[in-house]
């Protein structure tokens, strides 16, 4: 077993982590990897399980790079502000090569993800919430961090008195260099935001970054409907419904 904390209160945690997870009956997410909520020493606590890897990535994850729970918890390390706080992650192996691998952090108690208002016309203060997180992810670029999976279901959201708190999730692919504008505006695309509202969020970014709020504004929807096409043509070569 290999793993890594960042206060020793967890060690115990991390050393009986299948454990805690088998017993864990409060799975919010099951698909490729698994999430679950635990309690542990009075903290709610997140436990991410990845899938294990097929033979090949068992061998690239034991030689030749960093698992993902290792990058998660790295990454998250790196950019604590910006993250649920990291607590560590733990690698097992098997014959010699990864197996299981976890990643934990805090339990970040959000509202809602920014899918809601993305989705939802009439939810409340969504023009409010837009320029929030143009604002949120201006601070990110600043910081030189790209998001790789910059979707609506890795960007939580807390509702506080006198605004909003976001926090990124699903961290283990990340770029961190400087970022120039198209580069910016290009991590939007994920979003699958509706014309109107990614012109909110981007009139807002424009305001903030200094940059000619047309063009700007141009940029990132050319960046959001080529993601949409190229989406769209795999669904429709699996023979699934196409969203616009």
Do not use: C
């Not at 999430?35 to 899938?51: A, E, H, M, N, T």
């Not at 208002?117 to 997180?133: G, M, N, Q, T």
């Not at 000619?212 to 043509?233: C, P, V, W």
């Amino acid at each position: 077993m290999k793993f890594e904390v960042i206060q020793n209160e967890y060690s115990a945690l991390l050393k009986e982590i299948q454990s805690y997870f088998k017993n864990s009956q409060n799975s919010i997410h099951k698909a490729r990897n698994e999430i679950k909520i635990i309690d542990f020493k009075q903290k709610s606590l997140v436990i991410k399980s990845f899938k294990v890897p097929h033979l090949i990535n068992r061998v690239v994850y034991t030689f030749f790079r960093d698992s993902k729970a290792k990058k998660s918890y790295e990454n998250s390390v790196k950019i604590a502000q910006f993250v649920p706080k990291p607590i560590g992650f733990v690698e097992l192996k098997k014959s010699g090569l990864l197996h299981e691998s976890y990643f934990v952090s805090e339990n970040f108690e959000y509202d809602f993800t920014i899918r809601e208002p993305l989705l939802e016309s009439v939810f409340l203060d969504r023009e409010k919430i837009f320029k929030a997180f143009a604002e949120f992810t201006f601070k990110l670029h600043v910081e030189g961090i790209f998001h790789l999976d910059y979707s609506p279901g890795n960007i939580l959201i807390k509702k506080e008195s006198d605004g909003y708190i976001f926090k990124i999730v699903d961290i283990n692919r990340m770029e961190f260099k400087p970022l120039n504008l198209d580069k910016r505006l290009k991590n939007f695309s994920k979003l699958w935001a509706k014309d109107e509202d990614l012109k909110i969020i981007i009139k807002e970014y424009a305001r903030l970054y200094k940059s000619d709020e047309e063009r700007s504004i141009k940029i990132a929807l050319q960046y959001s409907q080529a993601h949409k096409n190229r989406k769209n043509r795999k669904k429709r070569l699996r023979g699934e419904a196409v969203v616009d």
